[in-house]
T-cell receptor, first 113, second 117 residues
Framework: DQQVKQNSPSLSVQEGRISILNCDYT??????FLWYKKYPAEGPTFLISISSIKDKNEDGRFTVFLNKSAKHLSLHIVPSQPGDSAVYFCAAISTGANSKLTFGKGITLSVRP | ETGVTQSPTHLIKTRGQQVTLRCSSQSGHNTVSWYQQALGQGPQFIFQ???????GRGNFPPRFSGLQFPNYSSELNVNALELDDSALYLC????????????????FGPGTRLLVL
């Protein structure tokens, strides 16, 4: 039962353009969402997060949008840079006792110079 | 300040054997979480330790067990290894535990890649 879904396994964009990475979830108890970035041979690194009480959070070139009614979130990277090429994981959490991070399968982003 | 380290980096075992993976958390962190990442999948939560006590567990059988030590380093033990246990095992440290609210400050180690033959 995949509660966090990243249906596109890969995305390729031109340097300088916008990258849009999508994520859907099924569990309505999730109230906090995170994006992690992973390079080969390294552990995931936290990128940006959003609480369910917000619909947008921005940090530099990275913006996360949350549509609670559609149970959908997206990560926008603009402008995209070759160094952004990595695997991006969407994760969700239901805060409270014994909470755990639930991850999607990840999207491989390639930014072409 | 040292980051999260894991040992060994790679390991090959045969079915039925037992394995112990180790994690040193980031300085000052009192919470360690373990994840299993199978090929082509996202990390799956195994369990979390907060101040030496188990503080949450995912859908993994009892043959997956763990320990956290007074210095907050941690071990993941897997008994009776099965072929499906082949995966990347990730450890993440944080301050305060998941329920405490420090959600975004989980720092991951590079992982241990386990192959079960």
């Amino acid at each position: 039962d995949q509660q966090v879904k990243q249906n596109s396994p890969s995305l390729s964009v031109q340097e300088g353009r916008i990258s849009i990475l999508n994520c859907d979830y099924t569990n309505s108890m999730f109230d906090y969402f995170l994006w992690y970035k992973k390079y080969p041979a390294e552990g995931p690194t936290f990128l940006i997060s959003i609480s369910s009480i917000k619909d947008k959070n921005e940090d530099g070139r990275f913006t996360v949008f949350l549509n609670k009614s559609a149970k959908h979130l997206s990560l926008h990277i603009v402008p995209s840079q070759p160094g952004d090429s990595a695997v991006y994981f969407c994760a969700a959490i239901s805060t409270g006792a014994n909470s755990k991070l639930t991850f999607g399968k990840g999207i491989t982003l390639s930014v072409r110079p | 300040e040292t980051g999260v380290t894991q040992s060994p980096t790679h390991l090959i075992k045969t079915r039925g054997q037992q394995v112990t993976l180790r994690c040193s958390s980031q300085s000052g962190h009192n919470t360690v979480s373990w994840y299993q990442q199978a090929l082509g999948q996202g990390p799956q939560f195994i369990f979390q330790y907060y101040r030496e006590e188990e503080n949450g567990r995912g859908n993994f059988p009892p043959r997956f067990s763990g320990l956290q030590f007074p210095n907050y380093s941690s071990e993941l033990n897997v008994n009776a290894l099965e072929l499906d246990d082949s995966a990347l095992y990730l450890c993440a440290s944080s301050l305060g535990g998941l329920a405490g609210g420090s959600k975004e400050t989980q720092y991951f180690g590079p992982g241990t890649r386990l192959l079960v033959l």
